[in-house]
Nanobody, 112 residues
Framework: QVQLVESGGGLVQPGGSLRLSCTASETWYNLGWYRQPPGKERELVAIITPGGATNYADSVKGRFTISRDNAKNTVLLQMDNLKPEDTAVYFC?????????WGQGTQVTVSS
């Protein structure tokens, strides 16, 4: 069982930035973030492999950057030029083979 602890959500104005952090209890998992906007299904935001390969949702390409520190078992999501449609609960996840583990979720609200 992988434990995930998230931090970094909050309220920001449109065009602003936030950074989400997630620390995992184990190494060598694919790490990333999903988000769930109000009234909508959960959607993949970004994922990074242990080797550093990344993949992003089209809606965040060029604005969000995912990175990881394998020595600290930590994944970061730098979110720039935030838009109101980025408002959601963001969930960190760790995935390997058929197993996926989830963080508790952190609220990101983009509003003026």
């Amino acid at each position: 069982q992988v434990q995930l602890v998230e931090s970094g959500g909050g309220l920001v104005q449109p065009g602003g930035s936030l950074r989400l952090s997630c620390t995992a209890s184990e190494t060598w998992y694919n790490l990333g973030w999903y988000r769930q906007p109000p009234g909508k299904e959960r959607e993949l935001v970004a994922i990074i492999t242990p080797g550093g390969a990344t993949n992003y949702a089209d809606s965040v390409k060029g604005r969000f950057t995912i990175s990881r520190d394998n020595a600290k078992n930590t994944v970061l999501l730098q979110m720039d030029n935030l838009k109101p449609e980025d408002t959601a609960v963001y969930f960190c996840f760790a995935r390997r083979a058929v197993s996926t583990y989830w963080g508790q979720g952190t609220q990101v609200t983009v509003s003026s």
